[in-house]
C-alpha cells in the first residue's frame, strides 16, 4: 500500500487534534494529576511496602481462620448498624495518635490487621492504612471491596458497638 503525502498530513492532523481535543476535556483531571492529588486512591510500593490490597477471599481466608483483625474505617454511626463481625471500630476522620497506638499494641504475631471501609470509591479504608504503616506496622491489608462487598457475599456481619 502506497501512502501520499497527503494521506500521511491528514492523519497527522487528526491525531494532533485529538490529541489537543482529549487534553482540553481532561484538563482538570491532568492538572491533579500533575499536582500529586490523584495519589491519594493508591499506596506507592517504594513509600508503603508493608500495604498490600487483598480481595474477598483473601479477607474471608483470614476471617474464617482466625488470622485477620478487621478494622472499620467508616464513621461511628455506619459501624454501628453494621460491620464485619468481630470488627472494631476506627473511623479515619478521628484516628489520633492514642487511638492509633491502642489498635497497634492489640495485634498479635500471628494477626494480620485488615482495614476497611464502605467499599466502592471509599478512601477511607487506604487512608488509615497509611497511617497505621506510619506508625511502624509492618503489613496492613486493605480490602477495598469493604463493607458491601462482604454483606454482598453473604459473609457474616453484626450490628452494634
Known amino acids: 500500500m502506497f ?14 487534534l485529538s490529541a489537543v481535543l482529549g487534553f482540553a476535556v481532561n ?9 500529586g492529588d490523584l495519589d491519594q486512591g493508591f499506596a506507592a510500593a517504594k513509600t508503603y511496602p508493608g500495604i498490600i490490597q487483598i480481595t474477598l477471599a483473601e479477607a474471608e481466608d483470614l476471617f474464617a481462620g482466625g488470622k485477620g483483625l478487621f478494622v472499620d474505617a467508616r464513621p461511628s454511626s ?8 468481630g470488627a472494631r ?3 479515619f476522620a478521628t484516628a489520633d495518635e ?12 500471628d ?14 479504608s487506604l487512608a488509615l492504612a497509611r497511617l497505621l504503616a506510619g506508625r511502624g506496622i509492618k503489613e496492613v ?17 453484626e450490628a452494634g458497638e
Open 141 to 157: 491489608r486493605v480490602f477495598p471491596g469493604g463493607w458491601s462487598e462482604w454483606t454482598a457475599a453473604g459473609l457474616p456481619g
Open 27 to 35: 484538563a482538570p483531571l491532568v492538572v491533579r494529576w500533575l499536582k
Open 78 to 85: 455506619e459501624f454501628r448498624e453494621g460491620h464485619i463481625a
Open 89 to 91: 471500630s476506627l473511623p
Open 111 to 124: 494477626h494480620a490487621l485488615v482495614v476497611y471501609c464502605s467499599g466502592g470509591d471509599c478512601q477511607s
Open 3 to 16: 501512502l501520499t503525502k497527503r494521506t500521511v498530513r491528514e492523519a497527522g492532523l487528526v491525531v494532533g
Open 98 to 109: 492514642r487511638a492509633l497506638a491502642d489498635l497497634a499494641s492489640g495485634i498479635g504475631p
